[in-house]
């Protein structure tokens, strides 16, 4: 589970069957001080984040193919939670 930062929306032409209907967001993970930490990640999202809102994220793939409802989902980060 990693702090990050939304940066803003992801738009594809095509993507894997199993992220038809999903939000992808572009998210930039932070350290403890709130500075970027590593490279912008794709994420899915269903509570509805948007742009500049501090999120939890989650790289539990397994927990990320559940939620899809595929197994063979490339899916790996998913929002888990928005930060007050």
């Known amino acids: 589970m990693l702090l990050a930062v939304v ?5 594809t032409t095509t993507k894997h069957p199993s992220m ?5 967001l572009v998210v930039q993970p932070l350290d403890l001080a709130g500075a970027a930490d590593g490279d912008p990640l794709l994420a899915i999202d269903s509570l509805g ?4 809102d501090k999120i ?6 397994k927990g ?3 939620l899809v409802g595929n197994e ?7 929002v888990i939670g928005i930060v007050d």
């Open 64 to 66: 990320a193919r559940e």
């Open 72 to 78: 063979n989902s490339p899916v790996r980060w998913t």
């Open 7 to 11: 940066e803003g929306s992801a738009v």
């Open 20 to 24: 038809k209907g999903w939000k992808v």
């Open 49 to 52: 984040a948007g742009h500049g």
């Open 56 to 61: 939890l994220i989650s790289n539990d793939g």
